[in-house]
């Protein structure tokens, strides 16, 4: 068997900012209106240690039959690796295209989680697709 490696790599996570504001609570019976946005962004890059720190921020709000139900505000920061001798622009690319969908896919988890925990039927967002979010200029530098 070959073996596979990475050279790209999670080294931490942590969320950073996190509140969620109930004002009804939902039943697996609802039906829900959810609005939410995304920013991405590229905190800090240590060039010589190849080190970045990328923020994903989730806003949603959920609403029932028109009236606001409950809304999230998640902010998750995480740090990356790579030990490829690589430019710097060449290492945003890969934090936006395969450490953003990494880290989306934690908060996913958490916002699931939380609402869960909450009383409340689990939260399950869509995934987004980071190639058309970053085309459509989805990110903040």
Do not use: R, W
């Amino acid at each position: 068997m070959e073996k596979s490696t990475t050279n790209f790599q999670l080294l931490d996570n942590y969320v950073s900012e996190f509140n969620m504001e109930v004002m009804d609570k939902i039943k697996y019976t609802d039906s829900l209106d959810i609005n939410s946005s995304v920013s991405f962004s590229i905190v800090n890059i240590d060039e010589i240690n190849l080190i970045g720190q990328v923020e994903l921020t989730y806003d949603i709000e959920v609403n029932i039959k028109e009236k606001e139900a409950f809304n999230i505000a998640l902010v998750m920061n995480a740090l990356f690796h790579t030990d490829n001798k690589i430019s710097k622009k060449s290492f945003e690319e890969l934090l936006k295209f395969q450490g953003a969908p990494i880290v989306s896919n934690l908060c996913l988890a958490y916002i699931n989680s939380v609402t869960a925990l909450s009383g409340m039927p689990p939260l399950n967002m869509p995934i987004i697709d980071f190639n058309d979010f970053f085309k459509n200029s989805g990110s903040k530098k």
